[in-house]
């Protein structure tokens, strides 16, 4: 084909197409994210401030030189699997992995969300990561909130009720307000739902002290999605993965289409879950934000005491701050914008 010719695609009569998209795809607003100019310093996707050393880097790029650029990589990603199993110290039919978390938040809703069984209904708690809300909306899947409270705590007694072969989706620590829900409080849900299924978000797991990890062991009812996005500092990798029983990671597999990890994410991954360098530098990054939050959190509460402003304590590599005005609010944001932050 020529490069220099254009190529003109015809406009199609709408009112005959959009009878091909379902009304709920029709009704929702497309993802979009801002990218305005002049940005020194990008806070707004919670990734990691800290790039990997060059050495990392050279390690995966010597590997992907050695590959076969003209063949498809490992279907499946098994290398993945065996290798974040082995990380985790979990079994490799316990886990499915995609190219990144938000692509499993689809196959759950798609897989089980939209064909509960009777009398079952799916819960989402808000405020929460949008995705959870916007993909149910895409998908024209009806759903209830689970309400944080007005200081954005979970609070057991404000779920809706629950009945046989529901789904409950909630992230912690939470995004955007940094707090989780305590073990024991998930525990208990666990234990008086057995025929509920928990998805519970660990994207910040790292941060937190007190992770659900082992909760697997002892519950089939609870599913847990993680990235390598936050902690990894891995955010362009593009690896999500999902821990759950076998049999339920086995079917919902069915909806992974595959090739979805490409050279890269593997050659990545190899380095990442293997190199004893890589370890000490997710480490050193972990320790090096828990410090600063920390440290910002008293900065700011000290700073927030006559400006009306509250900050909440977080579990994750963010804070979260209300302003009892919102003007103020939009200053601050137009004065972070123009030193470009």
Known sequence: MDSKKKLNVKASDWSWLSQYFTPSLLAARAYKLDAPQGITIKLDQNESPWDWPISLKQKIAQKLVEEEWNRYPDAMGQDVT?????????????ILTSSGSNHLITVILEGLAKQLPAGGKLVIARPSFPLF???????????????LDENFQYRIEALPK???????????????TGNSLAKKDLRQLLTAHPKVLFLADEAYYEFDDDPYTDLLAEFGNLVILRTLSKTMGAAGVRLGYMLGSPELIANLGKLRVPFLLNHFTLAACEVIFNDPEMNEFMNRNVANARSERERMYKSLNEFAKTKGIQVFNSKANFLLLRWSDQDACQKAYAGLMSLGI
């Open 82 to 94: 065996q290798g974040l199993a082995k990380y985790l110290g979990v079994d490799p039919a316990s």
């Open 133 to 147: 809300e916007s993909h149910a909306q895409y998908l024209g899947i009806a759903y209830e909130t689970w309400n």
């Open 162 to 176: 629950l009945t046989e072969g529901s789904l409950v989706i909630f992230a912690s620590p939470n995004n955007p």
